[in-house]
């Protein structure tokens, strides 16, 4: 029996980034399965989508259970075409006062639930020989960044991870699955709406604050025409890499920098507060 539309997965989709990249999805003619760890967003975001959206509560940390969640979207659709790994946490604090746990959570959701995600899809791929694996990263994934320590270096590892897996692919021969890292700026989500009063998580606000939709769209452009990497803006990017490049300038500047993104921030949080943001929809 043919399947009537391609099959594709989202974790963390039950709301913000997750939410709107289904949505793109499902508007593309995917069949979408909303993956959240939390199953009451989940089964509202999948009615919220329609009929092409299904809901399956997953657990990135449950390497068994996103194995299955893999083979449920093959089996259900025919095949798995696309898979997204959004879900991730972020815990603010200084390197050196934060408990080992703090790391150890950073590194089990947002790298290994990436690694994770990213062998399941692969396993249900590789029979076809093609697919697309988009891995959510941040621009904290490409440089080092202060207050976000336990996040940034977790994002670092599954950026190496994502780049090294899609040579090991071309290797084998399976160059048809791709994987793609997105590295966008502060996004207005769940995430870092409780932070603007964070001093630690001032980076978020320091540059161009995007809505999820606005990641979502280059996300979807992303099918048409797949990135090993693709920053968003890429200007920030650009930023990102310069300091990465030149640590000893980074570490000499961070104060001024700071300074710089604790003004921004503060001058966000009174844009919050006078209503001017989040903007009307378009």
């Known amino acids: 029996m043919l399947r009537a539309m391609p099959g594709a997965l989202v974790t963390g989709a039950g709301r913000g980034m997750g939410l709107e990249i289904a ?66 946490i972020l815990i603010t604090g200084l390197a050196q006062e934060q408990d080992l746990d703090v790391y150890r959570r950073h590194i089990d959701v947002n790298y290994l639930g990436t690694v994770r ?23 904290a994934g490409l440089a080092a960044a202060t207050g976000i320590v336990a996040y940034s270096a977790s994002k670092h590892a599954a950026i ?29 989500t769940p995430m870092i709406m409780d932070k603007l009063d964070d001093p630690n998580d001032a980076l978020s606000f320091s540059g161009v604050m995007l809505m999820p939709e606005q990641v979502a769209e280059r996300v979807e452009g992303l099918l048409d025409r797949p990135e090993p990497v693709l920053a968003i803006p890429r200007w920030r990017g650009q930023f990102a890499r310069f300091f990465d490049r030149h640590p000893k300038l980074s570490l000499r500047l961070t104060p001024m920098l700071m300074r710089d ?22």
């Open 23 to 88: 949505r793109r999805l499902v508007g593309r003619g995917y069949e979408v399965a909303i993956a959240d760890i939390d199953e009451a967003s989940t089964t509202a975001a999948a009615e919220q989508l329609g009929e092409r959206a299904w809901s399956l509560p997953l657990d990135v940390t449950d390497s068994d259970a996103v194995r299955a969640a893999a083979r449920q979207v093959a089996e259900r659709s025919g095949s798995l075409d696309v898979w997204v790994n959004n879900a991730g």
């Open 117 to 139: 995600g990213t062998l399941a899809a692969i396993e249900q791929m590789r029979a076809g020989g093609r697919g697309h694996i988009i891995n959510l990263i941040s621009l």
């Open 160 to 188: 190496a991870f994502s780049l090294g897996t899609a040579a090991d692919l071309r290797r084998e021969g399976l160059g048809g699955i791709q994987i793609s890292c997105v590295c966008p700026d502060g996004v207005w």
């Open 261 to 282: 993104a604790a003004r921004r921030q503060r001058a966000f949080k009174r844009k919050v507060q006078s209503g001017k943001w989040p903007p009307k929809s378009r």
